[in-house]
């Protein structure tokens, strides 16, 4: 198989699609496998305030080429966090109400019902938006404009005078739209109306801090569920940092029992007092009643992440952490049957600032326990690659809480996690695609495979890869880490379309013997 260097060629072979329905469906226009490339795809900002009006032709960034990019799209400071119990009043003076209705109320300016003509003729319900900057940006889900996006043929700058997205408010009036950036892994888009209204100024809503959320605490979504405009549906949150609810299966989410509607989708979820604390995603398909929200803190450190440069960045906290069996002695005293060991403590990293020690025991994560019927070592490479992923997939500036168990004690902490270097995000990028374990050494060399690959018992895999280098991924020629990290981060997105991809790689070994193999791209167990 001989190699054919190019930007952005990787040979990809396609397999089986995954089987069954769904457990979960994207609210609003159906999210299909077209993926727009890298973490997220960033429009030409033309017609914007003159503080983002420096880019006009689309450009493609992903975590290892932003740093490469000729012009670098300016973003405007992300929405600060409310200080004090902030909510939006009325634009006119409507008699005193009480509860739920003087709280809702005003929150319905901030929010858009988003449809999109295709032909000029009938308009397309899509989804709902909510205004978040009174330049007229709006916050939205990937998944409510992807199919408009796709429709354009892969135009991302404008959608053209053959299709109009358009954003309708709560009196009426109707403002044309712009997608600026889209993010299938965080399922944000970000929208700029167009235009200016007449006589009317906008009204971004109130952020809060979804960290202060607490289960069974009062929440309400405003939407357009099914087309009907500017809903309300309150209800509690059902449980925090639930997972394996969107594409990315590490994202975490806020349940809900509001009633989630298609049409809810890209609409804000706020809290008792009228500030926003997510943005409704998703629902159960095979339940009712069953909610999801993207955190609004999550969306806040990525639009931080955006507008700092740092797009695209896992999180790391500075620690090394291994399954090791010998820590029943240590937690059993406090009533744990799993734990990981923390190994080693980075100078000056996040966890040395956060009071971690080397033998420390991770006991809970983010409150839950990971405590199985037994406690083999299978259960701790589970706990260890759970804890892994919810590390590297918090975003620069996310907070980790971790309970430890030292010298006899429970000790909590709180990580304030920082993003990855160069160096660090290829091999995050390396072991989340491919599953593998590099040496620290320049060329890309197979050091084991990830806890959890179903590859790790097979010995012909063990054969074929270890201890050899790897030399050529698709098309694409392999000499350095940075390399391989480049093409792995351009595979990425692949992840969240389900079993049966695969991927051809070349590698040789010591001994210059050249080994060909067909990779899964599905390594999970």
């Known amino acids: 198989m001989a190699a054919v260097p190019g930007p952005d060629k990787i040979e990809i072979v396609l397999g089986k699609e995954r089987d069954g329905t769904a457990l979960y469906t994207a609210m609003g226009a159906a999210l299909v496998g077209t993926l727009l490339g890298g973490v997220a795809v960033y429009m030409g900002l033309q017609g914007r305030a003159a503080r983002m009006a420096n880019a006009g032709v689309a450009a493609t960034e992903t975590s290892s080429t932003s740093k490469d990019a000729a012009a670098t799209p300016s973003y405007p400071p992300p929405p600060r966090a409310a200080t004090q119990d902030e909510r939006p009043e009325a634009s006119a003076s409507p008699p005193p109400k009480a509860g739920l209705a003087a709280v809702a109320g005003p929150t319905l300016e901030s929010v858009v019902c988003l449809s999109f003509d295709p032909d000029g003729n009938e308009p397309s319900f899509a989804g709902a938006g909510v205004i978040y900057d009174e330049s007229g940006?709006?916050?939205?889900?990937?998944?409510v404009v992807e199919p408009m996006l796709r429709q354009r043929g892969g135009s991302l700058t404008r959608l053209g005078s053959g299709g109009r997205l358009s954003a309708r408010f709560m009196d009426g009036r109707v403002r044309d739209a712009t997608v600026l950036l889209n993010s299938p892994e965080e399922d944000l888009a970000?929208?700029?109306?167009?235009?200016?209204?007449?006589?009317?100024a906008l009204r971004p809503a109130t952020f809060g801090r979804s960290g202060e959320v607490a289960v069974g605490e009062t929440v309400f979504a405003v939407g357009c569920p099914v087309g009907l405009e500017h809903s309300v549906s309150a209800g509690i949150?059902?449980?925090?940092?639930?997972?394996?609810?969107?594409?990315?299966?590490?994202?975490?989410?806020?349940?809900?029992?509001?009633?989630i509607n298609l049409g809810n989708s890209g609409g804000p979820l706020f809290d008792a007092k009228g500030r926003l604390v997510g943005i409704t995603s998703a629902r159960s398909s095979r339940g009712q009643?069953?909610?999801?929200?993207?955190?609004?803190?999550?969306?806040?450190v990525y639009l931080t992440a955006l507008y700092e440069g740092e797009a695209g960045r896992s999180g790391v906290i500075g620690a090394v952490v291994s399954a090791a069996p010998e820590i029943d002695e240590a937690i059993g005293a406090l009533g744990y049957e799993a734990g990981l060991t923390i190994e080693q403590v980075d100078a000056d990293g996040p966890a040395q600032r956060a009071g971690l020690m080397p033998n420390d025991v991770i006991v809970e994560v983010r409150g839950r326990r990971y405590d199985g019927t037994t406690r083999d070592q299978p259960a701790r490479v589970e706990f260890l690659r759970d804890f892994m992923n919810v590390a590297r997939n918090l975003l620069p500036g996310e907070e980790l809480e971790l309970t430890l168990a030292r010298r006899g004690e429970r000790v909590p902490v709180r990580i304030v996690v920082q993003a990855a270097t160069d160096?660090?995000?290829?091999?995050?990028?390396?072991?989340?695609?491919?599953?593998?374990?590099?040496?620290?050494?320049?060329?890309?060399?197979?050091?084991?495979?990830?806890?959890?690959?179903?590859?790790?018992?097979?010995?012909?895999?063990?054969?074929?890869l270890l201890d050899h280098r790897i030399t050529v991924v698709g098309t694409r020629k392999i000499e350095t880490i940075d390399d391989l990290g480049r093409v792995a981060?351009?595979?990425?997105?692949?992840?969240?379309?389900?079993?049966?991809?695969k991927v051809r790689m070349r590698l040789e070994s010591e001994k210059g013997e050249v080994v060909d193999v067909t990779y899964p791209l599905d390594w999970r167990r």
């Open 137 to 143: 940006l709006v916050l939205t889900n990937h998944h």
């Open 190 to 200: 970000i929208l700029q109306l167009e235009g200016e209204p007449s006589g009317s």
């Open 237 to 259: 949150v059902s449980a925090l940092h639930r997972t394996g609810v969107m594409p990315n299966p590490h994202l975490p989410t806020i349940q809900l029992d509001a009633a």
């Open 289 to 300: 009643g069953i909610g999801f929200a993207i955190p609004i803190d999550r969306v806040r």
């Open 423 to 464: 160096a660090e995000q290829a091999h995050i990028d390396v072991e989340a695609v491919l599953g593998l374990r590099l040496y620290d050494r320049d060329a890309p060399v197979v050091l084991a495979f990830v806890p959890g690959s179903r590859l790790e018992g097979n010995r012909q895999a063990q054969r074929m």
């Open 489 to 501: 981060a351009t595979l990425k997105p692949l992840l969240a379309e389900g079993r049966g991809r």
